[in-house]
Structures are given as structure tokens and as C-alpha cells.
């Protein structure tokens, strides 16, 4: 059933959208300093919590006017409808006929999610909780020395091959779980198909003791499965065919690709379509993170993920934080007009966020074409990136803090660092809390002036320096700071982002579940690769494509 049948229609938002345009349109409307100035209370009335987790968007230009209206249009687009729509298994992904039920990952047997089927509905929670409980003997097993590889070596070493939601959840949550204190087992990820990838996993491992993870919910992606048979040669080469067996697991929803591999099916832990590949990291695609950092600390980042859930489901929208953080978006997109979105976390141990992010947000939201088919009549998604604080103001923070366009930033921070060198997490925390006051606040041209005065400088020196060492402020940015990164309030952090996204996609119109513009390009590089074989004819395409082939394959003597 496509979506909007079962929703109400969407072009009474019009007046909705106008009226937050107008809001945008008031003299001082990006005045965020006069907002302070007006209201003591701004910051604990523009701030949002659950349980230790604080989400203060006061440094937007967010007022009441503006919250109001934009707590009005999740009203006018029935995000409560979607909502339930989503909780209840039903099918939001129209284009693709599925639901999004990773939700049914994280809260247990008894959870009581279901997913519709083209044919009916499955009980989600049940699923999910079956293959939870293989996975967690596995990694029980494999911890223990009970599975080993084929010589009956221990594993020390597990690479996961995958790419995208295979690689980019399993990889930054690996991370932000180990970075600090060490892995339980040495984990790697291969994930592009330039083979540089695997040669460097694989570097220095002995196969004898290396676990291969081969995570593709489809079985059919190229660049896993060009590098899950390079990786297959790698340990039959050393080990023999027969080793195969014992040295690879597969995390997968296509069990028949899967044995076609030589998989076998003990060692395939599944999931259903209704698992997006961008939200599997709480599902087998996850078992990476399990063997890396412990079953406990998978089983935690769960419970947090769930925790989220809760709040997400039951919390009224005035104080529900992943509907707060995307009508802060919401804002910076359509009433100020922000294309690009910055996600700074001062955590070394979240420095694959933003690229968890990227997907995450751009892959769902990425979309100009509507749910109801038609072009979309609002800007979408704006374009993310990121780095860890403190490293970030030693590169584009020149950019974010003085270029022409105002960057909404979101700043991640714990306060307890999982280190014992509490003055280096006050120095990190301190950075942190200036970047986001010297966006806020600025510095004129007057203060400049003064400042150089006082310094000593000359008269002309100020005349022509000073201006360069102004800033507008009055940009904006959130600051989620929780008590702690561990492995619930991770779970949590990354559900809070999910339901966002998904919480933009309804207001905007789109589907946030599919990804037909990832499938282009896939198609033309499998027209294209012929064309690259020594003696190939040489293709038809266009006459740059041409010539760039050309010129390539002459440049390695192919020609
Ligand atoms: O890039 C498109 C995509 O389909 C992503 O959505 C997905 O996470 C990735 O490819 C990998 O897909 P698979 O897990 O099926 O190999």
C-alpha cells in the first residue's frame, strides 16, 4: 500500500511551511545574542533531557514563536500518525513494500514489534530475539576458544567485510567501544573493493587465527563479494579449501547466496528486509562490534538504543529529543536556509561518527522526489560532515566560524572520559564549550580595535588587520552533552540521530528508508568494467567517459 494512502494529505503544509518562512523573514530573526539577552531563562527553557542525557539547542534562533510553529507543523503533517506507523510495523518504506522495524533489534522477546509482509506479518521481536541468542553463543564460543580455526588455533584476529550500513555502524561503534581500553579480539573491517583495503587488513595476520565476518544483508554488493573472494582465497591458500568452513561467518538476509558462497548455515546469523542496511548494526551486521567488545557491552548498546525508543514512542513532542533535534534542522534548512550541517563530537572514540552520520542522514533524506511521487517542494537533507574536536578548529573551523554561509554545528560531549587524565577532558571539554560561545557570541570590530590597541598596535596596522579578525556570531549550534560515552548511552546517542532522521523525512515528504539513488552508478560501473579489459572495443558512452577510459587504459599500456 503506498504510504500516503494510509496518511492524511500533505498539501495543507503549505501554510505550515510559509508561515515558518515568515517567522524566518522577521527583522532580527537570526539575532541569537538579542534571544539571550531577552529571556534569562533561554538557556534551560531551549534545553531538553533524558535521564543524563541534555540536548541544549539555545544557540539557535529558535524563540517561542518559532518552536511553536514548528511544533504546529509536526501537528499539520501527522508526525504522531507516522510515528505509530512506523512503531507498528507497518509499511513507511512504500517504495521498497517494507517496514523499518529495526526498533524490534534492540527491545527483546518480548518487545512486541511486528513488521508487515507483502503477505501478512511477522513477529518481529520473536525473530529478532532467536538470531540474538545464536549470536550470542557465537561470540560466547569464539571467546572461549570453543569455535577456533581449522588447526584448533584460538581467534585472535576478525575481519569484517562489509561496505556502507555493513561497515559504517559495525566499524564506529567497534570503536567508540574499544578505542579506550582495547578490544577483546582485534577487530578489522575491509570495506572498499580497492584491494589496498584488504591487503592492509590482512597484513601481518595469520590466517590460522583470523575469524572472516562477511556482512552483506543483500550477498550480491561488489565490493563485498569481490572482497569476500579475495579474503576466501586468502585463507584457502594458506589453510586449504576445506578451512573455509571453519574461518567465515556470514551475516545476511540472502541465506541462499550465502551457501553459494560455502557458507554453512550455522554460521549464518540473519535478519529480514525490514532491517535497513544504514540501521543493522543492532542486528547480526553488529556481530563485529559483540566480538570486539563483548557480548555485555553489545548487549548495553542495545538497551540504550531501546531506552531511546521509549522516550522516542511516549515523550509528548515538546520534549521528545530526537523530534527537538530534528525541528532544530528543520529550522536551519527551511526557514534560515542552511544547506550544510556540521557534527563536531570532542570523543576520539566517536571519530567515525560523522561518517556513521553521513550515511545515515544523506542516504535517508538525501531525496528530491516526494512520497507522493512528485518533486519535493522544500530543501531536504543539507550535506553533513565532520570531524572529532579538538582536530576539527585546526582545519574548517576557519571556515564554520568566518565564511560567508552560517554552518548549524552540533557538538558531541561526555562529561566523564573513560581515560584516567581528567585535565586533558577539561582542556577537550573546554574546547568544546568556546567553540560553541565564539560561534554565539563573536567578536566586532569595535572589541577588535580595542583589543589591538591595547596590544600595542598601530593605528594603520588596525586599520587594515582588524577586519579580518572579526566574526559575526549569532551561528548556531546544539550541544548534546551526557554524562558518559559507554556502551548504553552509545546506543542511545546513535537512536536519537535515527529517530531524527526519520522524524525529517516525514516533515519533508520523503522516504527516509530507501535508496534508489545509490543504484545508478552501480549499473554504469557494470557497463562500464568491460570496457576496461585489455583489448576491450572501447564503449559507447559519453565522450568525456570515453576519453577518460582511453586515456586510462593507455596510461597502463592497455590501449
Ligand atoms: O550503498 C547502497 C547500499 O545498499 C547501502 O544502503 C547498504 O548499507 C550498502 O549498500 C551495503 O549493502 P549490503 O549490506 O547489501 O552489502
Redesign the pocket.
Known amino acids: 500500500m503506498p504510504q500516503d494512502a494510509a496518511m492524511p494529505h500533505r498539501t495543507h503544509l503549505t501554510a505550515s511551511w510559509d508561515r515558518l518562512t515568515a517567522l524566518a523573514d522577521r527583522p532580527g530573526a537570526q539575532d541569537i545574542r538579542a534571544l539571550f539577552a531577552a529571556d534569562p531563562d533561554r538557556a534551560t527553557r531551549f534545553s531538553a533531557a533524558l535521564d543524563d542525557l541534555t540536548i541544549d539547542f539555545s544557540k539557535t534562533s529558535i524563540d517561542d514563536e518559532a518552536l511553536a510553529a514548528l511544533l504546529g507543523h509536526t501537528r499539520a503533517a501527522a508526525l504522531n500518525l507516522f510515528r505509530d506507523r512506523l512503531f507498528e510495523g507497518h509499511t513507511v518504506n512504500a517504495t521498497e513494500r517494507r517496514a523499518a522495524m529495526h526498533m524490534a533489534l534492540r527491545n527483546g522477546a518480548q518487545g512486541g514489534f511486528w513488521a508487515d509482509l507483502p503477505s501478512g506479518r511477522e513477529n518481529a521481536s520473536q525473530l529478532a530475539a532467536t538470531e540474538l541468542l545464536r549470536m550470542q553463543a557465537f561470540v560466547r564460543q569464539v571467546h572461549d576458544g570453543e569455535v577456533c580455526g581449522v588447526g584448533g588455533a584460538r581467534f585472535t584476529h576478525v575481519i569484517n567485510i562489509?561496505?556502507?550500513?555493513?561497515d559504517l555502524g559495525p566499524l564506529m561503534a567497534t570503536e567508540a567501544l574499544t578505542l579506550a581500553r582495547g578490544p577483546v579480539l582485534d577487530t578489522r573491517f575491509v570495506s572498499n573493493v580497492d584491494a589496498t583495503s584488504l591487503a592492509v587488513a590482512t597484513r601481518g595476520l595469520d590466517p590460522a587465527k583470523t575469524l572472516i565476518l562477511v556482512a552483506?544483508?543483500?550477498f550480491t554488493?561488489q565490493e563485498?563479494m569481490t572482497n569476500a573472494h579475495a579474503a576466501r582465497a586468502w585463507i584457502a591458500d594458506a589453510l586449504g579449501e576445506a578451512a573455509v568452513a571453519s574461518h567465515f561467518a556470514a551475516l545476511s538476509t540472502n541465506a541462499r547466496a550465502v551457501s553459494a558462497f560455502g557458507i554453512s548455515p550455522e554460521r549464518v546469523f540473519g535478519f529480514r528486509d525490514w532491517v535497513g542496511?544504514?540501521f543493522s548494526l543492532w542486528s547480526p551486521v553488529g556481530l563485529s562490534i559483540a566480538l570486539a567488545a563483548g557480548w555485555e557491552k553489545f548487549q548495553a548498546m542495545l538497551e540504550g538504543a531501546a531506552a531511546m525508543d521509549a522516550h522516542f514512542r511516549a515523550t509528548p513532542f515538546a520534549a521528545n529529543l530526537p523530534v527537538l533535534l530534528a525541528l532544530v534542522g528543520i529550522w536551519n534548512v527551511n526557514a534560515m536556509g542552511s544547506r550544510t550541517h556540521c557534527v563536531l563530537a570532542y570523543d576520539d572514540r566517536l571519530r567515525r561518527f560523522p561518517a556513521f552520520l553521513q550515511q545515515l542522514e544523506m542516504?535517508s533524506n538525501g531525496k528530491s522526489v516526494g512520497l507522493n511521487g512528485r518533486p519535493v517542494q522544500t530543501a531536504t537533507c543539507p550535506v553533513l560532515f565532520g570531524e572529532p574536536g579538538t582536530n576539527a578548529q585546526h582545519s574548517f573551523m576557519q571556515l564554520v566560524h568566518q565564511g560567508t554561509q552560517a554552518i548549524p554545528v552540533d557538538f558531541i560531549l561526555a562529561a566523564t572520559p573513560e581515560h584516567d587524565r581528567p585535565d586533558a577532558h577539561r582542556i577537550l571539554a573546554a574546547h568544546a564549550f568556546a567553540q560553541s560561545e565564539a560561534l554565539l557570541r563573536g567578536r566586532s570590530l569595535a572589541e577588535v580595535q580595542s583589543e589591538m590597541r591595547e596590544a600595542g598596535a598601530s593605528e594603520a596596522d588596525i586599520a587594515e588587520i582588524a577586519p579580518h579578525r572579526v566574526f559575526s556570531g549569532n551561528r548556531p549550534s546544539v550541544t548534546i552533552l551526557q554524562s558518559q560515552l559507554d556502551a548504553f548511552s552509545l546506543g542511545r546517542l546513535i537512536a536519537l540521530y535515527e529517530h531524527k532522521v526519520a522524524v525529517q523525512g516525514w516533515l519533508w515528504g520523503v522516504n527516509s528508508f530507501d535508496?534508489w539513488g545509490?543504484e545508478l552508478g552501480k549499473a554504469l560501473a557494470n557497463g562500464i568494467l568491460p570496457d576496461l579489459m585489455p583489448g576491450a572495443a572501447g564503449g559507447v558512452h559519453d565522450a568525456s567517459t570515453n576519453a577518460l577510459i582511453a586515456r586510462f587504459r593507455a596510461l597502463r599500456g592497455e590501449a
Open positions: 562489509g561496505i556502507g550500513g555493513s552483506s544483508k543483500t554488493t563485498t542496511g544504514r542516504e535508496q545509490v
